[in-house]
């Protein structure tokens, strides 16, 4: 069955440094993969996508990458902040027509001043 | 800006109880989901809609119904609300062709069932 997968341990960084998030999947062929941001409480706000062909894509402190050899995802934030703790979620959209994504659990960033 | 609204930010309901949920969104877009998320769960599809009156099953329709009579409105009826319903319930609307690649997402209701 299709899986997506997300670290489901926390991730702590200290602020500055680059935030690395993974997203990896199986039993799966995506045509374009999402990352969401979610605050505490609230619903999760898109940030990227990026599509199979497409290796990479940057907005502002943003980078996504899709290795779709590797069937993984690499969300990257530069030079992070306190205000980019969130969790952080991929979701998979599939080719043919369907755009109904499947969502992975998400991943928990804290960024510590 | 897309908005997306969600008739109660918290609800305490009681087993047994029709629970209605509404979202309502001002983007004239086609497609409305029902996901609920739980902790350690992730985000499951209830129902989506992609024209009025026009309703499909997601992954985990059982105990719920929706309605949607006008473009701008998806309701989410939970007929007789048990415990196991108690969850985080977002709404999200996404537009026609490429737009549907993004989903805009509601604030979210929290539903505490006793």
């Known amino acids: 069955s299709q899986k997506i997968e997300q670290n489901s341990e926390a991730l702590n960084i200290q602020e500055g440094k680059t935030a690395t998030l993974t997203c990896n999947y199986t039993?799966?062929?995506?045509?374009?993969l999402q990352w969401y941001r979610q605050d505490p409480g609230r619903g999760p706000v898109f940030l990227l996508l990026?599509?199979?062909?497409?290796k990479e894509k940057r907005k502002e402190r943003l980078k996504v990458t899709f290795d779709t050899t590797l069937k993984q995802s690499l969300f990257h934030i530069t030079a992070s902040q306190p205000a980019d703790s969130a969790t952080y979620l991929c979701?998979?959209?599939?080719?043919?027509?369907?755009?109904?994504?499947?969502f992975g659990r998400g991943t928990s960033l804290i960024v510590h001043p | 800006d897309v908005k997306v609204t969600q008739s109660s930010r918290y609800l305490v309901k009681r087993t047994g109880e029709k629970v209605f949920l509404e979202c309502v969104q001002d983007?004239?877009?086609?497609?409305m989901f029902w996901y609920r998320q739980d902790p350690g769960l992730g985000l499951r599809l209830i129902y989506f809609?992609?024209?009025?009156?026009?309703?499909e099953k997601g992954d985990i329709p059982e105990g719920y119904s929706v309605s949607r009579e006008k473009k701008e409105r998806f309701s989410l009826i939970l007929e007789s609300a048990s415990t196991n319903q108690t969850s985080m319930y977002l709404c999200?609307?996404?537009?026609?062709?490429?737009?549907?690649?993004?989903?805009?997402f509601g604030p979210g209701t929290r539903l505490l069932v006793l």
């Open positions: 999200a609307t996404a537009g026609l062709g490429r737009k549907q690649e993004t989903q805009y």
């Open positions: 983007m004239d877009h086609e497609n």
């Open positions: 039993n799966y062929s995506p045509a374009y």
């Open positions: 809609s992609y024209d009025v009156k026009m309703k």
């Open positions: 990026i599509r199979e062909n497409e």
């Open positions: 979701a998979l959209l599939p080719s043919g027509g369907s755009y109904i994504p499947t």
